[in-house]
Nanobody
Framework: EVQLQASGGGLVQAGGSLRLSCAASGFTFRDYSIGWFRQAPGKEREGVSYISSGGGTVTFYSNSVKGRFTMSRDNAENTVYLQMNSLKPEDTAVYYC??????????????????WGQGTQVTVSS
């Protein structure tokens, strides 16, 4: 059974940092690209970052997080990470990791991902 489990969210003050983890199981992890998405109350789900399969040599970030967030993967641990620095109140959302199955295409399109983690809440106070 394919599973993705996101963790690491919490409450942090503006300017602080958090590291999210997404632990995968039930499939050959290194064969798949992974994305992080987030959804704030009343807003659509948006793509935050993406990392390619294999060694994860290709990463993409939304303009709103570029320079502050870093995505990485550890294939030995079947886990991807999202290091979030200089957090802002507008980063407050539920963050989801997801497995991408359609390529090449715009990594920000949610329907290109087939399995999703349960989400982890990130709250940034001002």
């Amino acid at each position: 059974e394919v599973q993705l489990q996101a963790s690491g969210g919490g409450l942090v003050q503006a300017g602080g940092s958090l590291r999210l983890s997404c632990a995968a199981s039930g499939f050959t992890f290194r064969d798949y690209s992974i994305g992080w998405f987030r959804q704030a109350p009343g807003k659509e789900r948006e793509g935050v970052s993406y990392i390619s399969s294999g060694g994860g040599t290709v990463t993409f970030y939304s303009n709103s997080v570029k320079g502050r967030f870093t995505m990485s993967r550890d294939n030995a641990e079947n886990t991807v990470y999202l290091q979030m620095n200089s957090l802002k109140p507008e980063d407050t959302a539920v963050y989801y990791c997801a497995r991408r199955v359609v390529a090449p295409a715009d990594w920000r399109i949610a329907r290109l991902y087939d399995y999703w983690g349960q989400g982890t809440q990130v709250t940034v106070s001002s």
